[in-house]
């Protein structure tokens, strides 16, 4: 087991996973993208995106093994299996690129988003914002007379069904921090 | 530092051009002797020299250029290396580093500007890290799937002493994978014991792989008796002169070779990328074959056509392991089915794809190139060309016996690329016989390296297909656009005898074929530079031609009817 919770050698298995069925349909997958910490690769891992036309949904990317100099990039993306593979491949090629997971295809995988909504109002829609975060249990981490910050994390669509309920009471502003994901169980 | 740096890379000749930011690199090139600087004209032409340099040797052509606008001036070279995979390693100079944000006076983010147009690049900040960025820069643009690197250099990093280190290839992390894997190796070699109608469908990474590569493939194909064709890039990689040899294939590729693809049943491609020149329509290419495809490269794979059995490796280990496989399971292949294959092919060969009208007027460029082969064909030959018809007609009418004797810019079809890589060429091969075959218009884009040519005393022959028109756009408006021929003559051409003669060149015009021959032989027999201004047929089409949008077996062969044969949708992929 390598420290960054990965297993070694999946890459040849499964980003590279060359016999693709070649389907118009398109798919969401989740890449862990481990990479050397230098300056610019975030800006090359970008670079590929745009200059190839592929969608980012979501990305976020942090050093997570500082004495080994390596940053995990979490992207989101979708396509169909070809341009997925395609993507993978074109991740592998980047020179400081160290190993691309599909996490979608490797197995299941546990995916967090953190997200903070401000939520302006009074009276009884204050009072539902209060209870339906309670529910989703997000916190409260800055409060006004007519105001709340609230902090809540999870999968992106538990998010996404907070923001919603949000909205008609009075959601102001949104900051999310993208998707983090991992492999379950080891 | 860093030309010891290069010594230690084997270095011997580097192309380059000095400015402010680079003069601590000059200084130290000035105080020794072992590598050779070859001054350019223009920043393009020093990486074009060290494609052609690096495309007839093998090894990785150098580059040093000044910041700013001399990094700019290499960007087209550093884009034309990375389509055409060619090895170069290009060191840039740069404001110091506690000037850099600032707008500084040639200052360019030099490493953002060529990031998405080289393989990988460096900027270099901390001394201690300079010797060992340039070993690891070696490493990366020689090794895999090869490709132009560029490591930007601060002028305080140049002048500070920092902690020298030897090359250590083997502590670097890029690893790529050589060995193809062998249970798809096996299913393939078990693919050609039963395949009727078999084809190598080869390209550049025949060449990228090394001379054993196609020392490997002719074996290969000799001991099985397949057809062979290549892309442009691969051409030499099998000799021209072989039985098995259909000729190039592609867009202006002959008819057996298309055909061929189109018709087979089992097609083996080996480091070649089903570039759009190559497919036509993709979703009519080769619809009844088994597909097979060799790169090093994964994303080569399945990124235009879906291939039924990949094989990610080197191709010299992997035809090695290929033939390892072939043999110890007893040689087999279907002889019965491949003889009325190869019947069928010899039928193909009668259409006689090539021939055009002779004429005794004028010179037809055909011509032009039947007897530059004929007068050249046993010299120690090498050959670069510029971008257009002549392009094409070079590569049907001249023939490769050998890998790395044709440097062309494939890829990025890169008008200008054809004269700096005949000097990167000679430089490299100084007895050898150096032709680059031109259009006057490329040629024009890069004429100023006539000046290196004749300071260094290179005996390299330009030889200009002058059609005075850009004949290859010309020949598209009158194919796709009403003949109205917007914007494709070359007007106010120079006097190439006189212009020749300026830098202190030799000059030859001939318009008459009757005196073709003679002054091929004057240009052959001249040591120096020469310009060669072949005046000839100026409305000539180049086929046979796979019209935009359409599949292999709609190719047209001839000036008969080619009106309206392209589609508005075949009309966008030009
Ligand atoms: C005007 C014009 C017209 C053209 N018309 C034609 C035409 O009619 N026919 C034609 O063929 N081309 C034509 N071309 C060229 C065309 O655009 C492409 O450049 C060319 O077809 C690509 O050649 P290739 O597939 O061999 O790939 P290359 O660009 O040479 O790529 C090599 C491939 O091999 C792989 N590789 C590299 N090293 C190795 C290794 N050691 N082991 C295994 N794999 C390796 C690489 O990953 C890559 O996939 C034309 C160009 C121009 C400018
Ligand atoms: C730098 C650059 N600009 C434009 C083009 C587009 N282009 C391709 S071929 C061609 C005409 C080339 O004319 P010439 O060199 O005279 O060769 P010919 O086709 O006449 O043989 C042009 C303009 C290109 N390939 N490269």
């Known amino acids: 087991m390598s420290p960054l919770h990965i297993k070694k050698g999946a890459t040849s298995h499964s980003a590279y996973n060359l016999r693709s069925t070649f389907s118009d349909v ?45 940053s995990r990039i979490t992207i989101v993306t979708t396509g169909t299996p070809q341009v997925i593979e395609q993507i993978k491949a074109q991740l592998g090629r980047i ?41 989703f249990r997000a916190n409260v981490v800055d409060s006004t007379l007519s105001s709340f910050v609230f902090e809540i994390t999870g999968a992106p669509d538990k998010i996404d069904a907070f923001a919603d309920l949000m909205r008609p009471l009075g959601l102001a502003e949104m900051a999310r921090t993208g998707v983090a994901a991992l492999l379950r169980g080891d | 530092m860093v030309i010891q740096a290069l010594k230690d890379q084997g270095v011997d000749t580097v192309f380059g051009y000095p400015g402010g930011a680079v003069l601590p690199i000059y ?117 895999g799937r090869p490709g132009p690197v560029l490591v930007d250099i601060p002028k305080d990093v140049q002048f500070a002493s920092g902690a020298y280190q030897k090359p250590a290839p083997e502590k670097s992390y890029y690893k790529p994978q050589v060995k193809g894997d062998r249970e798809a190796i096996t299913e393939l070699v078990a693919a050609m014991e039963t395949a009727k109608k078999p084809v190598f469908y080869t390209g550049g990474g025949v060449i990228n792989s090394g001379p054993a590569a196609s020392m490997l493939l002719r074996e290969l194909v000799d001991a099985t008796g397949f057809p062979i064709t290549s892309t442009l890039m691969g051409l030499g990689a099998y000799p021209a002169s072989g039985k098995n040899w259909l000729g190039m294939l592609g867009m202006h590729g002959l008819y057996e070779a298309n055909m061929a693809m189109h018709d087979c049943d089992l097609m083996i491609n080996i480091g070649a990328r089903f570039d759009d020149r190559i497919t036509g329509r993709v979703d009519a290419f080769s619809p009844r074959s088994l597909k097979a495809h060799i790169d090093i490269d994964p994303s080569s794979i399945n990124k235009v056509i879906h291939v039924d059995i990949p094989i990610v490796g080197d ?56 007897r ?14 510029e971008v257009g018809q002549h392009q094409m007609w070079a590569a049907q009418f001249l023939n490769f016996e050998d890998p790395n004797r044709w440097m062309t810019s494939g890829g990025l079809g890169t008008m200008g690329y054809g004269f700096p890589a005949s000097i990167g060429v000679q430089i490299a091969h100084p007895e050898a016989l150096v032709i680059n075959v031109a259009g006057e218009a490329s040629w024009l884009m890069n004429m100023q390296e006539l000046g290196t040519a004749a300071q260094f005393r290179l005996p390299v022959k330009q030889f200009i297909l002058n059609n005075e028109r850009l004949g290859m756009v010309r020949q598209w408006q009158e194919l796709l656009h009403g003949e109205r021929y917007s914007h494709s003559w070359s007007e106010s051409l120079p006097d190439f005898v006189k212009l020749a003669d300026a830098f202190g060149a030799k000059g030859i015009l001939c318009s008459d074929p009757k005196d073709l021959d003679d002054a091929i ?39 008969a009817d080619t009106q309206g044969v392209i589609d508005s949708t075949g009309a966008a992929l030009v």
Request: aromatic residues 6%; contains cysteine.
């Open chain 1, 26 to 70: 398109e798919e969401r997958h989740t890449l862990a993208v481990l990479v050397e910490n230098e300056p610019g690769v975030l800006a090359r891992v970008i670079g590929l995106f745009s200059g190839r036309g592929y969608n980012i949904e979501s990305l976020t990317v942090a050093e997570v093994d500082h004495t080994g100099h390596r």
């Open chain 1, 95 to 135: 020179v400081t690129v160290h190993e691309v997971h599909d996490l979608t295809v490797e197995g299941r995988t546990v995916e967090r988003e953190l997200a903070m909504m401000k939520v302006n109002g009074q009276g009884d829609k204050r009072v539902e914002a209060l209870r339906i975060a309670e529910i």
């Open chain 2, 27 to 143: 200084d130290e090139l000035f105080q020794q002797n072992e590598i050779r600087h070859i001054l350019v004209r223009h920043e393009q032409g020093a990486v074009h020299a060290a494609e052609g340099y690096a495309r007839s040797t093998g090894k990785p052509g150098v580059v040093i250029v000044t910041s700013g606008p001399g990094a700019t001036n290499a960007v087209t070279g550093l884009t034309d290396a990375l389509l055409d995979s060619i090895p170069i390693v290009v060191f840039t100079g740069q404001v110091p580093t506690f000037l850099i944000g600032s707008d500084a006076f040639q200052e360019a983010d030099t490493v953002g500007i060529t990031r998405p147009c080289t393989k990988h690049n460096w900027l270099v900040k901390d001394p201690d890290r300079l010797s060992g960025t340039i070993h690891e820069a070696f490493h990366v643009a020689t090794t």
């Open chain 2, 315 to 370: 191709v010299a280990h992997v035809l090695e392991d290929i033939l390892t496989i072939w043999k110890s399971r007893g040689r087999k292949t279907n002889a019965e089915g491949v003889a009325r294959w190869q019947a069928k092919i010899a039928e193909w060969r009668k259409v006689d794809c090539l021939r055009y009208k002779p004429s005794t007027g004028t010179i037809k460029p055909q011509y032009a190139l039947e």
């Open chain 2, 372 to 385: 530059l082969e004929a007068l050249t064909r046993d010299r120690d030959r090498y050959i670069t060309t």
């Open chain 2, 521 to 559: 032989m004057e240009m052959l027999n001249h040591d120096g530079p020469v310009v060669f201004d072949c005046l000839v047929e100026k409305h000539e089409n180049c086929f046979p031609m796979i019209p935009s949008g359409k599949a292999h077996n709609e190719m047209l062969l001839g000036e």
